[in-house]
């Protein structure tokens, strides 16, 4: 296999690009939802009220009488959760419909991925990359672009590999560990990563990265041309025309930012 032979961006790549942005967006919002029901982490199961490494809530609740986690919810807004404004059921209805999407996509990305040779974006073939990678962080903090690569330079791709196999299965993992169901019968899953609490925590600081590497890497799209970059992903051909390309991509945005304000409403108001 000639490794120098461009690998382009076909058209199922576009596709669960674009699907995998939708299910991801929603994904975040639902789960900023979810946290909203008890806006406290913890590392083990067994952890007292106050032992907490991380929370997001200015709420402290009196020692001199009694409460419940009920007292610690804290209400989300709509502009960051869906759909905001303490609704637990709602958000995890959303949660668990976004998630069968994120997997369905994410399944068809990874089949035709090791269908086709596109599996040399994510996949490095040499220990070279790590060195290349490096370069490539320097190249960037000195506000330069680095060489490109076909079609990721190796800080990109090693990005990508470690959001796909292995952020993204972390995550598959730690969600199905916080089911209450599946810990009853299969007490002993939980705890392969230290318990309920801990696979939350990993959790949230799982949606943490992601949400992290979503900023930069749409800060690199601007950073390498917008109109360039949409051309590669929305047409498939950086040679194809800018105007176009970006138009259609920020039609797809809009597209998206749109099914979040409906979602949002709809749910508030059904």
């Known amino acids: 296999m000639d490794d120098t032979l461009p690998l382009g961006f076909p058209l199922w790549i576009r596709l669960t690009h674009f699907f995998n942005f939708l299910f991801i967006t929603l994904l975040i919002r639902s789960g900023i939802e979810i946290i909203g029901a008890h806006p406290k982490f913890y590392w083990r199961d067994d952890s007292l009220p106050g ?4 929370r997001l809530t200015k709420k402290r609740l009196p020692k001199s009488q009694l409460w419940t986690s009920e007292d610690e919810i804290e209400p989300m807004s709509r502009w960051t959760a869906l759909p905001g404004e303490n609704n637990l059921g709602l958000g995890r209805h959303w949660h668990f419909w976004a998630v069968n999407g994120w997997l369905l996509a994410g399944l068809i990305y990874v089949v035709l991925l090791f269908a086709t040779p596109q599996w040399r974006r994510l996949l490095p073939t040499s220990w070279d990359v790590f060195p290349a990678a490096w370069q490539a962080i320097v190249a960037y903090f000195h506000l330069r672009l680095p060489p490109e690569g076909n079609p ?3 800080i990109q791709q090693l990005t990508y ?5 292995i952020l993204s299965p972390l995550q598959i993992v730690t969600g ?15 705890r392969m990563l230290g318990g309920r609490q801990a696979a939350r925590s990993l959790h949230f600081i799982g949606l943490i990265v992601f949400s992290g590497f979503i900023i930069v890497h749409i800060s690199l799209v601007f950073a390498h041309g917008f109109g360039r970059e949409m051309a590669k992903i929305v047409l498939g051909d950086e040679a194809s025309s800018y105007a176009l390309a970006a138009i259609i991509g920020l039609l797809a945005i809009a597209a998206v930012i ?12 059904s």
């Not at 590999?161 to 196999?165: A, G, H, L, Q, R």
């Not at 749109?258 to 108001?269: E, N, P």
């Open 161 to 165: 590999c470690f959001v796909i196999f």
């Open 152 to 154: 990721f330079n190796a």
């Open 258 to 269: 749109a099914f979040h304000i409906w979602g949002t409403r709809y749910s508030l108001v």
């Open 51 to 54: 032992s907490e490494w991380f």
């Open 176 to 190: 199905i560990m916080m089911s209450p169901a599946l810990g009853a019968r299969f007490p002993w899953f939980p």
